[in-house]
């Protein structure tokens, strides 16, 4: 690995295979998330770059170069924020799993618990900024 001439050295990080595995395999789930319904894409990118800052330079760079993965990181690092679009899909898909919970759960009450965690999570989502328009844009 190397690092810029006017870049700290890299320091010594406790449990960096712990790191390390937290990020490839919560990259994993990220990628079997973009065609499994109801297991979310967003959240396990933005914890795989969390641990691959602490884990692996190399992957973090590579998340941060990618053009899917990448500004979606970079918006969050910065600013904490979510795209317009990212939250659309996300409620989207939250409802979307919501009724095939209330279709197929045993009791009600398991759908009822389901669908009230994912509301909360969307409330939250969309009180999160969004990213700044580009300059020009």
Do not use: N
């Not at 910065?78 to 799993?97: D, F, I, N, P, T």
Request: hydrophobic share 55%; with cysteine.
């Amino acid at each position: 690995m190397t690092t810029a001439p006017d870049s700290p050295p890299p320091r010594k990080v406790r449990f960096r295979w712990a790191w390390w595995l937290l990020a490839y395999a919560s990259l994993a789930l990220g990628i079997v998330g973009i065609v499994v319904p109801g297991l979310p894409t967003v959240p396990f990118v933005l914890l795989s770059a969390f641990a691959a800052a602490r884990g692996s330079q190399k992957l973090h760079d590579r998340l941060l170069a990618d053009p899917r993965f990448g500004p979606m990181i970079r918006d969050w690092q910065a600013h904490g924020a979510v795209s317009r679009r990212a939250k659309r899909l996300a409620v989207s898909m939250m409802a979307a799993c919501a009724a095939i919970m209330f279709l197929t759960a045993p009791r009600w009450w398991m759908a009822a618990t389901g669908t009230a965690i994912m509301t909360l999570v969307a409330i939250w989502l969309w009180r999160r900024p969004e990213p700044p328009s580009p300059p020009g844009a």
